[in-house]
């Protein structure tokens, strides 16, 4: 009899992530590629459950019922008894983190029992477009290692599925599928919810959180877990579905399941997700002209760094004065330092738009 020791196969838990970082062998809707937006930093939603931090998203960015299907074949979106909802997605460049607003109407709204049996937006995101298998019933590898420690190492490690209960009265936020429900914790997420209906009645909710994806979360906690750097035009896996309760007496059986993607089984396949690009910053919110940079110390023993220019805008010229004495007209010098010590390095640039100048203080030391 198989034991439960789930950190015992690493050398195959291993060669499985190894095969799921291998790009996703398919993704639904792919005519399609549906928009994140980008939040600018000073303009971050408040995870508050009000919705005015939202007001700046185009109405191009927001999915709603229409582009859902119920994949029972039960009901139209035309149907008295059938949630009506809007679901707008945002990030922040620098923040591995990705923000919801979903916002719905329903004219019975079903969460009175402490399990599963809530109204219920499901969430499913794979940062790194890996694709392949997040649940247990679906993975090869249950075969070889059993139920449960197929569950404990690798269920959920490479795509997470949130399961959201809506509204979460008397119990968490949500049920993260599979062994790592830390990720539902802070510092990795945050939600606020709205609304003052009780079980049974009709009425507006609004549901507003954060989500960190994950190249890799385990059930052994943070300390090995991996986030998924999201970065401008990147492409991220996701979709939702909506699950609608509306009888306690039900037995258990849902009133609907709304899918974004054409695939049931994308709760738990992630090949069967959708493709959503992080977005550039809309025009009214980008700077005609800034400069920005970085470096790296490629070689600290000669004392040589690499500097890369990020400045947003049309630039036409570059000058780097590096601190000491010398300066460079290149858009991404390398330059050698003579002398150990803390240096103030500038960049200014030009463009039709202006000028504009970058320096920073003492970031740049070599020894």
């Not at 607003?101 to 890996?130: C, I, K, M, R």
Request: with cysteine; proline share 6%; glycine share 8%.
């Amino acid at each position: 009899m198989n034991t439960l020791r789930p950190f015992r196969h690493l050398p195959l838990l291993c060669a499985c992530l190894a095969m799921m970082a291998l790009p996703a062998a398919a993704l639904d809707r792919t005519n399609e590629v549906f928009k994140i937006f980008q939040f600018p930093p000073d303009k971050i939603p408040t995870i508050d459950g009000n919705t005015n931090d939202w007001n700046i998203v185009p109405e191009s960015y927001v999915i709603g019922s229409d582009q859902l299907v119920d994949d029972t074949g039960r009901h139209q979106w035309t149907d008295a008894s059938t949630p009506k909802i809007r679901v707008r997605a945002g990030w922040v460049k620098g923040l591995n983190r990705l923000y919801f607003l979903y916002e719905a109407d329903d004219d019975y709204w079903d969460f009175s029992l402490p399990g599963l049996h809530n109204d219920t937006f499901e969430v499913v995101v794979d940062g790194d477009l890996s694709g392949g298998p997040l649940v247990q019933q679906f993975m090869s590898a249950s075969n070889y290692l059993g139920q449960w420690e197929t569950y404990l190492t690798l269920q959920g490690a490479h795509a997470q599925n949130y399961h959201i209960f809506t509204p979460s009265e008397g119990k968490d936020w949500c049920m993260v599928w599979g062994p790592e429900q830390w990720v539902k914790e802070m510092p990795y997420a945050n939600a606020a919810q709205k609304y003052d209906f009780k079980p049974g009645q009709p009425g507006h909710y609004v549901l507003e959180f954060w989500i960190t994806p994950f190249d890799y979360a385990g059930a052994e906690g943070p300390q090995r877990a991996v986030e998924s750097v999201l970065k401008e035009n990147k492409i991220v896996g996701l979709s939702f579905a909506l699950i609608d309760y509306d009888d306690v007496n039900s037995g258990g059986k849902n009133n609907g399941f709304w899918n974004f993607s054409r695939h049931h089984t994308m709760y738990g396949q992630a090949d069967y997700l959708c493709a959503f690009k992080l977005m550039p910053l809309e025009p009214q919110f980008q700077k005609p002209i800034a400069a920005q940079w970085s470096f790296q110390v490629v070689d600290m023993d000669r004392r040589l760094v690499a500097f890369k220019d990020l400045s947003v805008g049309k630039i036409t010229s570059w000058k780097w004065d590096f601190g000491d004495g010398e300066t460079s007209t290149e858009q991404n010098p390398v330059h050698a330092y003579k002398n150990p010590d803390h240096y103030v390095v500038v960049l200014n640039v030009e463009g039709p738009a202006g000028t504009s100048r970058r320096a920073k203080v003492w970031d740049v030391v070599v020894k």
